[in-house]
């Protein structure tokens, strides 16, 4: 039985919080990867990320 406790689900989380950090700076010319991207624009809300609207951002890195 799985436990859904949040102690059981807040290391997960930290570990991606400690991956990636929210900067308003960021572009897509200095993001290495498409995980990083999908983080920046979900939970950092840099929608510039997406610049064709279609909520992939960083297309480039995903082959798109």
């Not at 308003?24 to 200095?30: A, L, T, V």
């Amino acid at each position: 039985m799985q436990d859904y406790s949040p102690r059981a689900i807040k290391p997960q989380q930290s570990a991606a919080k400690k991956k990636y950090r929210c900067s308003s700076s960021k572009r897509c010319s200095n993001i290495r990867s498409y995980e990083e991207a999908r983080y920046l624009f979900k939970h950092c809300g840099l929608k510039r990320l997406d610049r064709d609207g279609d909520g992939i951002p960083c297309e480039r890195l995903c082959g798109g």
